[in-house]
Nanobody, 124 residues
Framework: QVQLVESGGGLVQPGGSLRLSCEASGRTFSTYTVGWFRQAPGKEREFVAAISWNSGSTYYADSVKGRFTISRDNAKNTVYLQMNGLKPEDTGVYYC?????????????????WGQGTQVTVSS
């Protein structure tokens, strides 16, 4: 069993930065791929970024490449999402998730564990 708790969301002006954290309980967390997703009002949940269990592979949505960086510290059972150059279209609730079906890191329907989400609002 894995429980995920996101933090670090907030209100930021366009061009600003935020760092989200996803802290996990459960000793098997370090063996799972972890993904970040976001959901804007009235829209479907969409893939943002994912990282393999040993940080050997990272994946990004085209819309965030070059601006967002995903990383993890397995000793702290935590995955991070550094978000720079934020735009109003980045606004939404950000969720972390873990333990996807192999090869399906981009698909929210294939993840087994989810956090409760943290709100990110980019507005002037």
């Amino acid at each position: 069993q894995v429980q995920l708790v996101e933090s670090g969301g907030g209100l930021v002006q366009p061009g600003g930065s935020l760092r989200l954290s996803c802290e996990a309980s459960g000793r098997t967390f370090s063996t799972y791929t972890v993904g970040w997703f976001r959901q804007a009002p009235g829209k479907e949940r969409e893939f943002v970024a994912a990282i393999s269990w040993n940080s050997g592979s990272t994946y990004y949505a085209d819309s965030v490449k070059g601006r967002f960086t995903i990383s993890r510290d397995n000793a702290k059972n935590t995955v991070y999402l550094q978000m720079n150059g934020l735009k109003p279209e980045d606004t939404g609730v950000y969720y972390c998730a873990s333990d996807p079906r192999p090869g399906s890191y981009w698909n929210p329907h294939e993840y087994y564990y989810w956090g409760q989400g943290t709100q990110v609002t980019v507005s002037s």
